[in-house]
Antibody, heavy 121, light 109 residues
Framework: EVQLLESGGGSVQPGGSLRLSCAAS????????MSWVRQAPGKGLEWVSV????????DYADSVKGRFTITRDKSKSTLFLQMNSLRVEDTAVYYC??????????????WGQGTLVTVSS | SYVLTQPPSVSVAPGKTANITCGGN??????VHWYQQKSGQAPVVVIT???DRPSGIPERFSGSNSGNTATLTISRVEAGDEADYYC????????????FGGGTKLTVL
């Protein structure tokens, strides 16, 4: 059974940092792209970042480029999102999502339950 | 950059058919995926590659994509279908970005 378990969310002041983790199980972690998708309170889904299964390809939404960094640890089947220079508008539930393919394409077939990040002074 | 446009809300009576649209420039040339998100839950994919239905998704859910509009159709709507629905594509015009539509709230009357 595929499981994605996010952690690391919490409250932080503007300008601060947080590191999110997503522990994956039930599938071959290195064979699939993984993404972070966020949802601000009462708003729609916003894609944040993706890393291919081979780790050769990454991409970021313009809204987070230069501030967020996606990485993955194959040995621990864990996806990370390092978030720096956080802004109030980064407040959201952050979901980890498994891609259907190795590369940067397709759809997300499994999602975690999300972790809430609140940026406020 | 590419933009996906969805109606904010669609209302339908039980047993009727709901059509939720996703508009984009020549969207018929790219693959569209659809997600259902019920209140307080993570999204679930209900249609992939325009019209494929993943295992476990009822046959009442179908999709089409042509020209400038992709459509998610839910036949014989049930109360349990009430949710937010999002379309998703890969925007190759700006790298390898994933793009979601703004979402449509389906209300079952």
């Amino acid at each position: 059974e595929v499981q994605l378990l996010e952690s690391g969310g919490g409250s932080v002041q503007p300008g601060g940092s947080l590191r999110l983790s997503c522990a994956a199980s039930g599938f071959r972690f290195s064979s699939f792209a993984m993404s972070w998708v966020r949802q601000a309170p009462g708003k729609g889904l916003e894609w944040v970042s993706v890393m291919s299964g081979s780790e050769s390809g990454t991409d970021y939404a313009d809204s987070v480029k230069g501030r967020f960094t996606i990485t993955r640890d194959k040995s621990k089947s864990t996806l990370f999102l390092q978030m720096n220079s956080l802004r109030v508008e980064d407040t959201a539930v952050y979901y980890c999502a498994k891609g259907r393919d190795l590369g940067l394409s397709g759809f997300f077939d499994y999602w975690g339950q999300g972790t809430l990040v609140t940026v406020s002074s | 950059s590419y933009v996906l446009t969805q109606p904010p809300s669609v209302s339908v009576a039980p047993g009727k058919t709901a059509n939720i649209t996703c508009g984009g420039n020549n969207i018929g040339r790219i693959s569209v995926h659809w997600y259902q998100q019920k209140s307080g839950q993570a999204p679930v994919v209900v249609i992939t590659y325009d019209s494929d239905r993943p295992s476990g998704i009822p046959e009442r859910f179908s999709g089409s994509n042509s020209g400038n509009t992709a459509t998610l159709t839910i036949s014989r709507v049930e109360a349990g279908d009430e949710a937010d629905y999002y379309c998703q594509v890969w925007d190759r015009t700006s790298g390898h970005h994933v793009l979601f539509g703004g979402g449509t709230k389906l209300t079952v009357l």
